[in-house]
């Protein structure tokens, strides 16, 4: 039965919903674009002062410099995952009018436009959570190196220093 026999207001509803999601993604790719750009900003930074750095410093630096570049191919995957989502939803909503409009059903076009675009979406959240958990390991790196511990050798030689010199003392 064709959707446009139903009368146009069904065929509205029916829109809705990916309009609802088109609505949704933009919003998330506004929010992943903006993690791409501080990443990018960061990335050049740390480019700035490996060149200016040396030894441990350097080693340093060109570890955090590969984990940024990392991470921006991570969050380029996950907006253009997310950017293939929201053109499948408006592709959807094209179809389900063209649906209508040349009075055919396209029932499986539709929910496979529609389980496409999820999927991307879910895929694109996988890696942005990906991105995320990269991102604490890098922040863990950077505070263990800022707190300076002395390495766990220097401690256990410490410990064994004392008893000798207690003995001689």
Do not use: C, W, Y
């Not at 949704?24 to 674009?33: A, D, E, F, N, W």
């Not at 209508?100 to 059903?105: H, M």
């Not at 029932?107 to 942005?128: N, P, R």
């Amino acid at each position: 039965m064709p959707l446009m026999q139903e009368g146009a207001l069904p065929l509205i509803q029916l829109a809705v919903t990916p309009v609802i999601l088109i609505t949704g993604l933009g919003s998330l790719l506004l929010t992943m674009t903006n993690r791409l750009g501080r990443i990018v900003d960061r990335t050049r930074i740390l480019a700035g002062q490996v060149r200016l750095a040396e030894g441990e410093e350097r080693e340093h630096l060109e570890r955090q410099l590969k984990m940024m570049f990392q991470r921006a191919k991570l969050v380029r995957l996950a907006v253009t995952l997310a950017a293939t989502s929201m053109f499948l939803s408006a592709l959807l909503v094209v179809v389900i009018f063209l649906s209508a409009l040349i009075e055919r059903e396209l029932s499986e076009v539709i929910v496979g436009l529609f389980i496409a675009g999820i999927v991307f979406l879910l895929g694109s959240l996988a890696v942005f959570i990906r991105d995320i958990f990269l991102s604490l390991v890098a922040v863990g790196t950077e505070v263990n190196r800022a707190l300076s511990l002395p390495p766990p050798v220097a401690q256990h030689s410490a410990s064994r220093a004392e008893p000798n010199a207690s003995k001689s003392g």
